[in-house]
């Protein structure tokens, strides 16, 4: 029914050309060894291009489907000889398989420039998987897009594939991974913030921090910072909202500097969801206030960054 629902809004947008491949064709996908998914050695010569790095990746069935501000730029391919995974989605209590049984669409995300202290360049890109459609739509509420990452160094000879995960973990909503934001956690060692947020349909949402890092060769989550936002539900009285930044402050450690979430907003005693219980007890006796808590993660090596408590809550006047 959704998808119905859909279509009719394309079509009514004008976006006719933008929904499908041709108006009289369905889009294909394109069948792939089992190796995309292995340990690859893959060299670009010339200037770098994003979207024809992934195409190299995951060489399945190209199209653009752009059309105005309407992105949609995908590779459908299915591989009929991988032997699925499941991947953990932060929407859901299971775990999807990957690649899925009805084929991927892969999209680029974006693509992240970097240097280090000697001048070597590096670049890298995320990109989303989605179950295939056959008309290119991403549209479950409920289903986040699964992250991929890859690293190239540039060399003599060209752009090198130095790091690649073809599958990390699903985030977002309507199969759409949200942009992962570059963080330097250390000398030279940039990791990758991804803020996830869901709910019910009218809100309020809650936002998440996902951490991504590069570990053993290979790019895994390494911190889960739940209840970082919550958002406002326009004038509806009684309930709490906060927002939240994060910062690596400076100190004396290499790699995996820690990493700080500073909380700011209101809080009211009849709706206490998601506080940490340092801002609950400051609601003891009042019936609402506006706060700030400072939350702490250190990284404890195969457990990932954990969360220190106590947590430091205070009162806004």
Not at 108 to 134: P, R
Not at 274 to 290: A, F, N
Request: net charge positive; proline share 5%; aromatic share 12%.
């Amino acid at each position: 029914m959704m998808k119905r629902l859909f279509v009719v809004v394309c079509l009514l947008a004008g976006w006719v050309t933008a929904c499908f491949a041709q108006s009289d064709e369905y889009l294909k996908k394109k069948n792939v060894p089992d190796t995309i998914l292995q340990n690859r050695t893959l060299l670009l010569a010339g200037t770098f291009n994003a979207q024809k790095a992934l195409l190299q990746l995951f060489p399945g069935k190209y199209y653009n489907l752009t059309k105005d501000s309407y992105r949609n730029e995908l590779i459908n391919w299915e591989c009929k000889t991988c032997k699925p995974k499941p991947y953990p989605d932060v929407n859901e209590d299971g775990n999807p398989v990957f690649p899925y049984p009805e084929g991927v669409a892969t999209r680029l995300i974006n693509e992240m420039d970097f240097k280090d202290a000697t001048g070597l360049q590096y670049k890298v890109i995320s990109f989303n998987h989605s179950v295939f459609d056959e008309e290119g739509f991403q549209t479950s509420r409920f289903t986040g897009g699964l992250l991929g990452l890859a690293k190239f160094v540039l060399t003599d000879e060209g752009w090198k594939l130095r790091m690649f995960q073809p599958a990390i973990q699903a985030y977002g909503a309507f199969s759409k991974c949200p942009t992962p934001k570059p963080l330097l956690i250390g000398d030279d060692q940039y990791a990758f913030m991804i803020k996830h947020s869901n709910g019910p349909a009218g809100g309020p949402y809650y936002g998440d921090y996902f951490l991504v890092a590069g570990i053993n060769g290979g790019y895994q989550q390494v911190m889960a910072a739940h209840n970082a936002e919550r958002t406002e539900v326009g004038a509806e009285e009684g309930l709490s909202s906060w927002s939240s930044e994060y910062t690596v402050p400076a100190g004396d450690k290499k790699y995996f500097r820690d990493i700080v979430i500073t909380f700011k907003g209101t809080a009211t005693a009849t709706d206490t969801d998601g506080l940490p219980d340092e801002v609950k007890s400051l609601l003891k006796g009042k019936k609402k206030i506006r706060f700030t808590a400072v939350k702490r993660y250190v990284y404890m090596g195969s457990k990932g960054y954990q969360l220190q408590l106590p947590v430091k809550a205070t009162l806004i006047n």
